[in-house]
């Protein structure tokens, strides 16, 4: 008989692991998926209002601007754009936007001004940087926004890769999961590919200023992937998720 316990206790035990990775998988391919709709939002709000949402800086979930988007990193304003407020993990995303996309008057220098209404123009260039590490290489570049999960482990570190998508410069890193002790990466990155943004709003008949340089060197958003979806996937490249996958 405890023969017989002892084989069901290993195969139990075994059992758990596996089912440790199929839960963490649930959790980031639900997170990923409200990422996604939270990018849509995103693109959803500059067409109807011509700039792109200010971060929540009070955490209320409301935008927070006056004229100019001072703060331009906070908490997804997830109140004002009709979204869910926490990813699987209970944890708040953060946001980043490009503040040249967000003020309600363009500041980039272009040669033309934008139309009356819109934040930004075709040759408007945002200064939001996607690289494959801390030190590494570019992802992406001129990104104008970018949200973070910033996972399981919701890690605000002094260093390392987690540390770099927690601080306020306009750099952030995007690469594979890793969950060993050290480095652990567990952050789910998606942002808006300024092509993609533009594009959007030429089409439904927005009129932007001076077109000679559209100013999107970040319109591949996607690392060795097919460069339009906007995120680093090395799973699946065709849907736009953030690329951390789990098997």
Not at 13 to 37: A, I, W
Not at 149 to 170: F, L, R, V
Not at 205 to 222: A, E, I, K, R, T
Request: glycine share 12%; hydrophobic share 35%; with cysteine.
């Amino acid at each position: 008989m405890s023969i017989v316990l002892l084989v069901i206790g290993l195969l139990l035990g075994g059992s758990l692991v596996p089912l440790s990775v199929q839960m963490e998988k649930r959790d980031r391919d639900s997170t990923r998926n409200q990422l996604l709709d939270m990018r849509e939002a995103l693109v959803g709000y500059a067409l109807v209002n011509g700039r792109l949402p200010c971060p929540d800086t009070d955490g209320d979930g409301l935008i927070d601007i006056s004229t100019t988007c001072t703060n331009v990193g906070g908490g997804f304003p997830w109140a004002d754009l009709g979204l869910g407020k926490e990813d699987a993990w209970g944890q708040a995303f953060t946001y980043r936007v490009s503040g040249d996309f967000a003020d309600t008057t363009d500041g980039t220098g272009c040669a033309a001004s934008p139309t009356a209404g819109l934040s930004f123009s075709l040759c408007s260039v945002a200064d939001i940087n996607v690289l494959d590490g801390a030190s590494g290489s570019a992802v992406a570049s001129a990104i104008p926004a970018i949200i973070i999960s910033h996972g399981k482990n919701w890690a605000i570190t002094s260093s390392g890769d987690e540390a770099e998508n927690s601080d306020s410069d306009g750099v952030l890193v995007e690469r594979g999961f890793s969950n060993s002790a050290s480095p652990t990466f567990d952050d789910l990155v998606v942002w808006v590919v300024p092509n993609i943004l533009k594009s959007k709003m030429v089409s439904v008949g927005l009129v932007f200023g001076d077109s000679s340089n559209n100013g999107n060197n970040g319109n591949n958003g996607n690392n060795g992937n097919n460069g339009n979806n906007g995120n680093n996937n090395s799973c699946e490249n065709s849907n736009g998720n953030s690329n951390n996958c789990n098997n």
